[in-house]
Nanobody, 114 residues
């Protein structure tokens, strides 16, 4: 029933920008905190950013602070990750996560390379 579908990944040059989207269905979207995780080859999956159910508060890992912004539109049942000033080390599969229920999307590949 719960579905999280990421989109917006792709290949971008260093310094470029991408906006990831996660379309949610099968639950009351506005009741849940959401997050973006990423997993690079050979590394563990790590939390990138999170946002409260209302969007009133956000948190970021240090490596993306000032560059990434998580947001949500509860009417559209979508959470976003705006990624600016991308670096090669941002290359990873990015996953949308429903915290309280432990659901994940399928992931979207982000590759930052010249």
């Amino acid at each position: 029933q719960v579905q999280l579908v990421e989109s917006g990944g792709g290949l971008v040059q260093p310094g470029g920008s991408l906006r990831l989207s996660c379309a949610a269905s099968g639950f009351t979207f506005s009741d849940y905190a959401m997050g973006w995780y990423r997993q690079a080859p050979g590394k563990e999956r790590e939390l990138v950013a999170s946002i409260t159910s209302t969007g009133s508060a956000t948190n970021y890992q240090d490596s993306v602070k000032g560059r990434f912004a998580i947001s949500r539109d509860n009417a559209k049942r979508t959470v976003y990750l705006q990624m600016n000033s991308l670096k090669p080390e941002d290359t990873a599969v990015y996953y949308c996560h429903l915290f309280q229920r432990g659901y994940w999307g399928q992931g979207t590949q982000v590759t930052v390379s010249s």
